[in-house]
């Protein structure tokens, strides 16, 4: 197994509960991903998919635990990992493209003003917006719009790690459709890795190589890692076709509506919780028509790393 | 008659309204009759001399365009031109209020960023704020000994509690988004601060450096009254010692057209830096 770019090593996150005790979101997590992975993470509101997002952004910290990039603890937040908010994020006051300069003459102060300027609409153009509409101020822009100028300043500076907290959570599905279509354009083309936090099954296997799974909270914990053995480049209305499609949305939709709950609320006594591994792919055992109705199914194996 | 914009239609109500009232004053003044008309009694008790009344719009009209055609003649202290008082006026307003955003914004981020120093210095804040800014005269003469320069004093301390609320509160109150933006992109604390957290907050801080120059309009009229010499507020006082109401009018009218330009300056850079979400 190499070595992972980004290695959450027993993170735990406690908070008060309002009468004198604790309340333990999750607890030991640890997950690592590789480099130029895009993962997914999956989960029920309130199971702290966004506090871990927090703290892998370096905006929160955890009550204990360590998140390692490259060998190298992290702490606060840093240029290496890029965040794009739900909210999109964009300052209000600055033109689509100067948000992108702004990202971009964080990340590198010593480029020229042309250069940096080149970048921004290199990127801005790689998710579609070029012309007039780079100079109109975020509130004259639709909301996909918006969402494209975060994206384009996160990939513009290059992270190590890219997180995107749920990106497409306020945008309608049309508009989501495209986006994702964009969002993998651009990442098909830099190799970054990404880090997303998402609520639709159908948008993580499109995305993902692999999907993290997590219970339901309190002592939330990353329970499983599906690989999505789909190739890529994968288009939307293609990657119904493949006989693993359903085998792994069917393994999700289960997990997410039955068996989270039933992993939920168990305390670690301590252990380290690594998520196992789950690979699924009909493909490899030549049984394209064995019907794949999750975990229980025979040709289903699960392997611990 | 062709469709007037609403616009149009609301300049010309205003003229009408305008000549309306012109008109009204001009046939309130009651005419002075002439010698021959008065009876044996009145001319007796001095009826005959000229009386003073208020003006007709007519006259303030004419010592307008007396005064506007040469404002910054000086023909010693006790006469010198519109322009001129009006500058002194404005110059002190300026200093006082400059000196006053000078410690009321770095303050005032101050204040905002650090719940800490809010609330310390809240009632500091909370006392001092409603005090009238002419109480402050007769200490600020004592210890500064200088008529001029407690002028200026008074417009700072009352131009100052607007601009340091304002924004303390606008700077509070920016996005943690915005701020978390600034922090994934690593800017230092003065970068954020001029990057991110002024331009959030700088629609509040002009708010309040308006409602401040309003404010210091105000007051610098009463307190040139006081400290005398120059000025408009000294002009006022001058020609009502002098009875002349002539002169009084048209320098409260000039008082209404700065003040107005000085708040259109505001709201022109209150657009300036608007944003919409």
């Keep these: 197994m190499t070595k992972p770019s980004l290695s959450v090593e027993r993170l735990t996150q406690t908070f008060p509960d309002g009468k004198g005790g604790t309340m333990t979101v999750f607890e030991n997590a640890s997950f690592g991903i590789e480099k130029g992975e895009f993962v997914c993470i999956l989960g029920h509101s309130g199971c702290g998919k966004s506090t871990i997002m927090n703290i892998l952004a370096g905006l929160a910290e955890p009550s204990s635990g360590v998140v390692k990039m490259d060998g190298y603890e992290v702490s606060g937040p840093s240029l290496d990992r890029g965040v794009v908010f739900q909210n999109y994020s964009l300052l209000p006051w600055l033109s689509a493209l100067k948000n992108v300069i702004f990202g971009v003459r964080a990340r ?29 101020k975020p509130s004259q822009l639709s909301g996909g719009m918006r969402q494209r100028v975060s994206i384009a300043r996160a990939f513009a500076n290059h992270p190590k790690l890219l997180l995107l907290d749920e990106p497409f959570g306020a945008l309608d599905a049309l508009t989501r459709g495209t986006i994702q279509d964009e969002l993998l354009k ?53 990657i119904v076709e493949h006989p693993n499609y359903y085998a792994i949305r069917n393994h999700l939709v289960h997990f997410l509506g039955q068996r989270s709950r039933e ?12 998520p196992e591994t789950v690979r699924i792919d009909l493909t490899e055992t030549g049984t394209p028509d064995a019907p794949a109705d999750g975990p229980a199914a025979p040709h289903l194996r699960a392997v611990t790393p | ?109 101050l204040i905002g960023m650090s719940p800490v120093a809010y ?8 006392v001092l704020r409603p005090i009238s800014p002419l109480a402050w005269m007769p200490l600020a003469l004592f210890i500064i000994q200088d008529s001029e320069a407690s002028a200026i004093f008074v417009i700072f301390i009352c131009s100052i509690w607007p601009m340091l609320i304002n924004t303390a509160f606008g700077v509070a109150g920016v996005r943690q988004d915005w701020v978390n933006v600034a922090r994934t992109h690593e800017l230092g604390p003065l970068r954020t601060a001029f990057t991110v957290i002024l331009p959030a907050a700088a629609p509040t801080i002009i708010t309040g450096m308006r409602i401040s120059i309003g404010i210091a309009w105000l007051v610098i009229v009463a307190a040139e009254m006081l400290v005398g010499g120059t000025g408009i507020g000294y002009y006022v006082w001058n020609e009502w010692n002098n009875l002349d109401l002539t002169s009084v009018i048209f320098s409260i009218l000039m008082i209404g057209v700065v003040g107005m330009l000085l708040d259109s300056a505001f709201a022109w850079l209150q657009r300036a830096v608007a944003y919409a979400e």
């Design chain 2, 1 to 109: 008659m062709g469709k007037l914009t609403l616009n149009q239609r609301a300049a010309l109500l205003s003229l009408v309204l305008l000549a309306v009232g012109l008109l009204i004053w001009e046939a309130a003044i009651p005419a002075q009759k002439a010698a021959a008309e008065l009876t044996e009694y009145e001319r007796l008790t001095g009826g005959g001399a000229p009386k003073a009344g208020v003006p007709p719009p007519s006259q303030v009209l004419v010592k307008a365009w007396e005064q506007l055609s040469n404002p910054f003649y000086d023909a010693g202290p006790n006469d010198k031109g519109i322009g001129i008082q009006i500058g002194y006026s404005i110059y002190r307003v300026l200093s006082g209020y400059l000196l006053a955003a000078l410690v009321a914004i770095p303050l005032g981020f």
């Design chain 1, 108 to 136: 590198y102060p010593n480029r020229s003003r042309a250069e940096i300027e080149a970048q921004s609409l290199k990127y801005l153009a790689m998710v579609g917006l070029e012309g007039d509409v780079v100079h109109r």
């Design chain 1, 263 to 274: 992993l939920a609320g168990r305390a670690s006594d301590g252990a380290d919780q690594r």
């Design chain 2, 119 to 126: 609330r310390a210095l809240n009632p500091f804040i909370q």
């Design chain 1, 186 to 238: 651009i990442w098909g083309g830099t190799e970054q890795t990404v880090f997303m936090i998402t609520h639709d099954i159908d948008e993580a296997i499109l995305l993902a190589d692999r999907i993290l799974l997590m219970t339901n909270g309190p002592f939330a914990r990353v329970a499983e890692s599906v690989e999505i053995t789909i190739p890529r480049p994968r288009k939307r209305t293609e």
